[in-house]
């Protein structure tokens, strides 16, 4: 198929496939509603606001009409909802898969990709990854360690040097098509571990660079969660508000 050049090859890939098991939910977390709207929703917007070639949701199958039906509701547009697979490295797989069907993938092709519920995402945190990853390479969000960290179970067993520890936070953002080929190349033991695009790339040798998070861009996982996130939203709407 032929290629279409793109204005600028930046693909937003938003992994939407939790179940919310964590969150104790009757329904997949990332359609709770804070602030009266879904987290989805919320999350979407920030990406709307930013110069992507085109944004995919990958949703679970179940809920692509779901979720369709949710943007026309908030009055979201070009987003593109397909169904994701049962892990990220699937959903990342199939996101790529589109855009060669479509004919939108080559050699710069760049995906970011991010978490559906992370929805206080910024658009600096967006634009740098992107820049970062156009003059360096892949790179993922990260935040100082402001707890200690230690390895073990029942049992302290090594405590680390908390100045030298990130907290690794999305968008994590890489050529798809280098993605697709390190991917392929691991063995089924490494895709196992390789639950995270970062340590994806380090299993290859590659170097991955940091961007700055936010204390604010935590994954919305437990009940807990929601409790920050329906106050951080007021909080966010009153600032607003107050720079009109």
């Given amino acids: 198929m032929e290629v279409i050049f793109l204005k600028n090859n930046r ?24 602030g009266g709207e879904p987290i989805i929703i919320h999350t979407l917007r920030q ?12 949703v679970p199958i179940d809920y692509v009409k779901y979720t369709t039906e949710l943007l026309k509701e908030y009055e979201i547009s070009g987003v593109t909802v397909i169904s994701g697979g049962k892990t990220r490295n699937d959903t990342i797989l199939k996101a790529i898969s589109f855009l060669r069907e479509q004919g939108e993938l080559d050699a710069s092709t760049i995906l970011l990709t991010h978490d559906s519920v992370r929805p206080f995402v910024t ?9 970062v990853c156009t003059s360096s390479g892949t790179c993922t969000t990260a935040i100082p360690a402001t707890d200690t ?4 179970g029942e049992e302290v067993e090594e405590i680390f040097d908390r100045s030298k ?66 106050g951080y939203v007021k909080w966010l709407r009153k600032k607003a508000e107050l720079e009109k």
């Fill in 11 to 34: 693909v937003a890939v938003i992994a939407a496939g939790g179940s919310g098991s964590r969150m104790g939910a009757s329904l997949p977390k990332q359609y709770i509603k804070i």
């Fill in 47 to 58: 990406f709307t606001a930013c110069d992507f070639d085109r944004i995919l949701a990958l």
């Fill in 123 to 131: 658009r600096r945190i967006i634009e740098e990854n992107l820049e």
């Fill in 149 to 152: 960290i230690v390895m073990g």
């Fill in 165 to 230: 520890m990130q907290l690794v936070q999305t968008p994590q953002t890489f050529k798809a098509l280098r993605f697709e080929e390190i991917y392929s190349s691991l063995t089924d033991e490494q895709k196992e571990l390789a639950t995270d695009c970062t340590r994806l790339f380090t299993l290859a040798g590659e170097k991955v660079y940091t961007v700055s998070g936010d204390m604010a861009n935590i994954k919305l996982t437990y009940q807990s969660d929601i409790a920050f996130a329906e």
